[in-house]
């Protein structure tokens, strides 16, 4: 059984390494898909992520995960992929209910089925509030793997 | 991989089906666990049930699911079973926040961690509104699986 | 066009009063339903309930309103009264949220659909609530009719 | 007795269709006002959404609803057409806090109370994710009136 | 500036005490009232569970706390203690609605306004979640203080 | 004790009145912190604002409230001027459930706790509501001070 964890990952936290730790456990495979967005400049590159992003997977050894960048519909990737499941992380009840809005809409449209995971402990932040910490000078080295503050140096 | 999916399942219904079935499709064992709780008591026997539940994994080719009684706490059946995940189902962010605060507490007492599924299309009905909805005579065979509308009888 | 405004009313506030008052202005009739359910113990006896709130529709010249005792399902009531929706107040998102799930049931079950009228400014406050400040001797006149406060002296 | 339907409707969805529908039914008149936000740029033009809806008015026969462009204000809208009700659609608790906010505005601001229909079935889709699915080449037959597709095209 | 702390207590917990920590830092004199609910009972007596209170500030060194019983309304507790503000602990957004709605009314009511503290990292269990770990014999050292404990055994 | 209310007070409400006032009621001093974000425009000057503030503080005689302009971190303002809590206004759930994801995030980088006043009465109107219903020509003298009012003219 395949699966899809499709976020814009800018940057990959340690909340997002998380859910993926915990995907890793229970697919055959897990695509980390990069979704870009032609809409939203992003902060980091998305070939330095998706770099950044294999060296995450290599050093925490999760052999069935695998990176790629996504710049259509994450149904598409999925039918692409063999992969029946969506992964998302929850963090509130907000979340949840934009989650649960684009979840029927893959039901309907692809017959993929969205699964939620915990954030986990150090998941309450975000990808941006991460970016915000950083460049007022803040340590964010619990919030993000190693290989992440390397790109940002 | 093992899991516990529990719950009260007074009665069991599609939507509980249809965590189950995506669960089955996941996990190398999924144990179906009739939680009972002393203090409220049960409109179908805890047993009865079990039969009923039993029968539904059989008509619908579940092979890797199995039903247990649950009288304790779930951390402690998943620490027997050796399953690492609980599963949940969710119907709204309500849910998601009642559900969040105790798999906040199975993660920290005993390091299991909770999945969420969406409950689906069926699964907007809860088993009390299905028990009141039948005390009234209507038709909810579209709710629950036929083997629980035999139990009903 | 009929609707169906169900509830315990237990007693009937002025937030209930207000939700009834839009509610006459759009429908050629509103059935004001006094929901009985066996296992929970009223505080105030559902006739009296009734006569009071009789009097409430006259001194509030609501014509189109008429008050019932509802034993049964709401849906069924709706059916009788050839009334093709069903009235509520919203309070907050946890109401909502409550709601949503009777609605999609009723709607399903019985093809009637649900419209939220919001609760207004003194309706934040509930039936249980009025009842507890009451019985603490607080002065309530804001909170419900006076037709009700006769009844609870 | 007279309500303003406002929104985007950038386009109009299935779910609009469902809310105006039973709308009609309830009011005497009912007025779509396309909202226009200079801010925001639109991806259909207004007029062309204006002439899209008032063939779907005509096809389903939604004899007392009438299209208009809104540039101001809605409770403006709502006093020159002397409407006294708002109409809104919720998916959602978050689209209930979102609504809300607005409301109590409207109601201090205008006396104009709004009223909140279930957006139904089919509306768990946003005017925006239509748009993204159709740019991916989707079909969304199932989630717009066929006078929309024909407006794409 | 003086303030009510009220909850049933029952048990008093870790979350319980960080809020107390907060609010004795602010106020002049916090006084934590043990609400006694005719309807409910407890599972700790709440003059034992008074008593293990008066322990716990004692070794917290919260000089300015005082414990109470609380038979009557907050609100008049309020105005005996001459206490302007009453003090919630939050874990999530539903408990926030449900408070909101009584701190609405204490407002109105008696001029008496709601603070909100954070309930703090080991807060998300409730008193009732760590009875039923702790009646199921699971460690819960880390959710109540000592003082909780020695009267649980 | 020191306390920061922050914000981008664009403008200056009766909302954010409410709480300061509670805050000053509470604290020693309460520094009213512009906050000014690079990547979005102000609607009104920051030190025009700023000005408009320091007249609302004096005329509301908030003699221990001081205002200041905030470029960088919220933690790092509390650091410098010595204060433990931030001051957070709420208004809903989905406010509350925003608002925790950054207090987490402030606990944990800098030790600073959040403590949250209801926003009140009139605070359910955001400052962009009331700029957009100033800029359509409406009365908001019950929503806005009357030194914000001057700063509109």
């Known amino acids: 059984m395949n699966a899809i964890y499709a976020g814009s990952f800018d940057p990959f936290t340690n909340g997002h390494l998380h859910v993926l730790t915990q995907a890793c456990e229970l697919f055959d ?31 925490n050894k999760l052999a069935n995960a695998e990176v790629v960048v996504l710049e259509g519909l994450t149904v598409d990737l999925a039918k692409e992929k063999n992969a029946k499941f969506l992964i998302r992380g929850l963090r509130n009840g907000t979340d949840y209910e934009y989650e649960e809005n684009l979840a029927v809409v893959n039901s309907k449209i692809a017959g993929v089925e969205t699964i939620y995971f915990r954030a986990g402990e150090t998941a309450h932040i975000s990808s941006s509030v991460v970016m915000e910490l950083y460049n007022y000078g803040k340590d964010i080295t619990k919030w993000v793997p190693k290989e992440v503050l390397e790109v940002l140096k």
């Open 29 to 59: 495979k897990v695509y980390v898909a990069i979704a870009v967005n032609s809409e939203k400049s992003r902060k980091i590159d998305k070939d330095v992520m998706k770099n950044a992003i294999e060296k995450i997977i290599k050093s």
